[in-house]
C-alpha cells in the first residue's frame, strides 16, 4: 500500500495514477440530514474491523479500499448509495441498479436507516470486499 504525500489517500501503487483531492468527509454531509450522518457512522463501525480497511473523501463520494477501492459511499438527501465491485452475478432484492464494466460489474444498493445494516447486506459488502482483495 502506498499514500500519496499531496493527498493523503491510500492506494494498491506506488505513485498510482490518480487526481489529488483534498477534502474532508465532513464536508459531503454538510446539506444531509443527522439520520444520514449517523448512517454512514454506523456502517463504518460495521467494516472497520474488516482488515486492510482504509476510507477517505473524493469529490462527491468517500472510497474505501483495501488492495483496490471495494465501496464507493455516495451520500445523498435521504440515503447513502453503495456501491461495490466483483466479476461474478450477484442476485438480491438489495441491489437497485447494475453497472457493467469491461472485466467486473459494479452493484449499487441504498439504504435509508441504520436497521438495513442487517446480515444481509455485510454479505453483499463482504463480496466486494473480496473482490477487491484478491
Known sequence: MWTCNNCKRVFKSANQYHICVEKDIGSLFLDKSDEIVLLFDALVTKLERWQ?????ACVNTIVFTNTKT???VKPMKTALDLKIYSNDHIDSELIKTRSKYPNKMA???RIKSED???DNLLELLRIGYDYANK
Open 52 to 56: 486492510p480497511n482504509v476510507y477517505s
Open 116 to 118: 438495513e445494516i442487517d
Open 70 to 72: 471495494w465501496l464507493v
Open 107 to 109: 452493484y449499487h444498493i
